[in-house]
């Protein structure tokens, strides 16, 4: 299943990658929450939230209640994979770890060294589940990959998010907007 916003961008993708000769693709034409409402309790071993306005995540697809409902179309042994950016300080990845780890039980984020200390902007991987992640698995993958990045989860990603709160909807939160010279 795929749900996207932009019709004009589905219709270009379903001619260009013949669409609908993959069996059981179903395309949502919708926002991320108004399309995830529409999805059944329970029907997804994988859920990928690669959502970008621009450049920056929008806020109201961080949220708990958000997550919550992620959580609902996951089968019990279901897999969250959130693709996200930040920068200098890690605050609003700080904040949206906080809020998926109030709705999964194991998390785990993967990123560069240099972007896991924010030291420049870049993009994070959130891994989140309600049973345990391959987290051996992944730590080899993300430190013998062509980009090698670091697998944080357990005790360390608690002291990682340090006392950031879960975002909630409502909350003023702004997402990291990426420096001009991150796309030259």
């Given amino acids: 299943m795929v749900i996207e916003p932009d019709g004009l961008l589905v219709n270009l993708v379903r001619e260009q990658l013949d669409l609908r000769s993959v069996p059981r693709l179903k395309v949502i034409v919708a926002g991320g929450r108004e399309g995830t409402a529409k999805v059944w309790d329970d029907s997804a071993d994988l859920v990928v939230l690669d959502a ?3 450049a920056t995540m929008p806020v109201e697809l961080a949220t708990a209640e958000y997550m919550g409902d992620l959580a609902r179309v996951l089968r019990p042994d279901g897999t969250l ?36 200390r924010g030291r420049r902007f870049g993009n994070l991987i959130v891994a989140a589940s309600r049973t345990e992640l391959p987290l ?19 005790e360390t990603l608690k002291n990682f998010i340090g006392g950031a709160y879960p ?14 010279a991150v796309f030259g």
Avoid at 101 to 108: E, K, L, N, P
Wanted: glycine share 12%; aromatic share 4%.
């Fill in 167 to 180: 975002i909630k909807d409502g909350d003023a939160v702004l997402a990291p907007v990426p420096p001009p």
């Fill in 81 to 116: 994979l959130i693709n996200m950016a930040d920068g200098k300080g890690l605050a609003f990845a700080k904040r949206l770890l906080a809020t998926v780890c109030d709705a999964f039980r194991h998390v785990a984020l993967l990123a560069e060294p240099g972007i896991m």
């Fill in 52 to 54: 970008f306005t621009g």
């Fill in 136 to 154: 051996d698995l992944l730590s080899r993958r993300a430190a013998g990959g062509l980009t090698q990045a670091r697998c944080v989860h357990g």
